[in-house]
């Protein structure tokens, strides 16, 4: 069975933190304007449990989803754990392309994720201007952890 967890708020919210900080990738699930669902994985960066970061380019198939619709789900699983032991991190929220006016901010937890990765960082011109890229942001209305019993147990 997956590592035991405490289900108080705060054991649930370690938990998440543990998988989090030990994962590269999100599995990032949208749909399009008629409900045509999509997922796929990004490299990620979160602040807080609540916001995650990444990039990518505005015409992909899930970039162009959230521009359509803004709700979305998220999973960060850890999938070198044997069958039975499963560890995972469950959330929906919002997600949008970063506006100009928090793209410092944004790019500072990127960055944080890149360098604690090994990765270099990002520059703002990267990310902005004529660059192929742009920063996305999702904020969590709810996380969940899985249980010993993997049964989801609500972070917040």
């Known amino acids: 069975m997956s590592m035991a967890t405490d289900e108080t708020p705060s054991g649930a919210a370690a938990t998440a933190r543990r998988i989090l900080d030990a994962n590269a990738y999100l599995t990032l699930a949208t749909a399009d304007a008629s409900g045509r669902p999509w997922a796929t994985p990004v490299w990620f960066a979160v602040r807080d449990l609540r916001e995650f970061v990444w990039v990518s380019r505005p015409a992909r198939r899930h970039s162009a989803n959230i521009a359509a619709r803004a709700e979305i789900a998220l999973t960060v699983y850890d999938s070198t754990t ?32 890149c360098r604690a990765s090994g990765l270099r960082p990002w520059a703002e011109g990267s990310v902005t201007g004529a660059a192929p890229h742009r920063l996305y942001r999702a904020v969590a209305s709810h996380l969940w952890v899985l249980d010993e019993r993997e049964d989801r147990v609500e972070v917040f």
């Open 82 to 113: 044997p069958v039975g032991e499963a560890s995972a991190v469950y959330a929906e929220a919002l997600a949008e392309p970063v506006p100009d006016d928090g793209v410092e901010d944004a790019l500072d937890v990127y960055n944080a994720g």
